[in-house]
């Protein structure tokens, strides 16, 4: 298995929309509707943000959605905040009982 | 409040055994799958393998199947990542994590357990 590619970064000015692709395959995000989002402040535990593709835990801002077209994923944060800084990472099912992770992707704002 | 919390970072040596533990709390142990996840110094998260408390039913990476081992003791709470042997190559961080019961994303994480293997 592959890690699921993503940029090592993105960046927006406030306000702006910033989108993170999470490209894998057919075996993994093509193959399943099961995708999920995660928000890392490093040292602090990750944070569920996207789960099944584009659907939002309770909680978690309607600023951020989520996409899939093909192998790639996608995670939208639209209307920019500067506690959105920090990193952003994908997973998906990748059959088998087995999971892919992508490889970690710093939103920076401007 | 639903928790999952790691025991502490530990220093080994090559070749020695390590058994790091993920407690839950606030919730029913034993319906819910564990995963966890190794992130080493400068990459991205990769996934280990997957415990069902329950009926102790798991999953493991192809890539990592048997060098390490995963198991759970529901009685107490508690999943297991184990190593008999390390290697230098095992050092990172390790985050265990909850999957949630509508879907399989890895909904309640841990705070993570740093991993040092040095001679």
């Known amino acids: 298995q592959s890690a699921l590619t993503q940029p090592p970064s993105v960046s927006g000015s406030p306000g702006q929309s910033v989108t993170i692709p999470c490209t894998g395959t057919s075996s993994d995000i093509g193959g399943y509707k099961s995708v999920s989002w995660y928000q890392h402040h490093p040292g602090k535990a990750p944070k569920l943000m996207i789960y099944d593709v584009n659907k939002r835990p309770s909680g978690v801002p309607d600023r951020f959605s989520g996409s899939k077209s093909g192998n790639t994923a996608s995670l939208t944060i639209s209307g920019l905040q500067a506690e959105d800084e920090t990193d952003y990472f994908c997973c998906s099912y990748a059959g088998n009982y087995t999971y892919v992770f992508g490889t970690t992707t710093k939103v920076t704002v401007l | 409040e639903v928790q999952l919390v790691q025991s502490g970072g530990e220093v080994k040596k090559p070749g020695e055994s390590l058994q790091i533990s993920c407690k839950g709390s606030?919730?029913?142990?034993?319906?819910?799958?564990i995963g966890w996840m190794r992130q080493m110094p400068g990459k991205g998260l990769e996934w280990m393998g997957i415990i069902y408390p329950g009926d102790y039913d798991t999953r493991y990476s192809p890539s990592l199947q048997g060098q390490v081992t995963i198991s759970a003791d529901k009685s107490i709470r508690t999943a297991y990542l184990q190593w008999s042997s390390l290697k230098a190559s095992d050092t990172g961080m390790y985050y265990c994590?909850?999957?949630?019961?509508?879907?399989?994303?890895?909904?309640?994480w841990g705070q993570g357990a740093v991993v040092t293997v040095s001679s």
């Open positions: 994590a909850r999957q949630g019961s509508s879907s399989d994303a890895f909904d309640i």
């Open positions: 606030g919730y029913s142990f034993n319906t819910y799958w």
